[in-house]
């Protein structure tokens, strides 16, 4: 999905999307990936991330401690008016974990790395690190990083 489009513009672009990309699928498979899709596109939390001004595949340089980082950022949003930013990354995980503890240690620390980078840039700013996992297309808020 490309460009600026409202809501109801987002579901009509989805449909056609799976429509044309998803031909192998059941109808009601094509009917739940458009319906996962616009759940996380539209959330009332972060569905903001996927709104104007934001940005898919960031690449991310610097330096966190004594090592250098060096990463892309999935999604990311910089909201200066509100001293804000979100960063989302994709995982494929299946199944993927049902609670924020049971989040695996590598995708924690390369979070972590993120936030400190971005930190060291914006040290005034709110982050909020996610994951968004494709299976169930399920957002995780990673807290305490």
């Not at 999935?74 to 008016?81: N, V």
């Not at 996992?133 to 399920?138: P, V």
Request: glycine residues 6%.
């Amino acid at each position: 999905l490309r460009g600026n489009l409202t809501a109801e513009g987002r579901e009509a672009a989805a449909e056609i999307y799976i429509e044309k990309h998803g031909q192998d699928l059941k109808p009601e498979i094509r009917a739940d990936v458009v319906r996962e899709t616009m759940a996380i596109l539209n959330h009332p939390d972060y569905g903001v991330i996927f709104g104007a001004g934001s940005q898919a595949e960031v690449p991310l340089t610097g330096m966190v401690g004594n090592k250098l980082l060096s990463g892309q950022i999935d999604r990311l949003l910089i909201d200066q008016a509100q001293k804000k930013i979100w960063i989302i990354d994709y995982k494929t995980n299946r199944p993927p974990p049902l609670e924020e503890k049971d989040v695996p240690e590598i995708y924690r620390n390369q979070m972590r790395s993120y936030k400190q980078a971005l930190t060291a840039i914006y040290p005034d700013y709110d982050i909020t690190c996610l994951l968004l996992w494709t299976d169930g297309a399920r957002l995780t808020a990673l807290h305490n990083l």
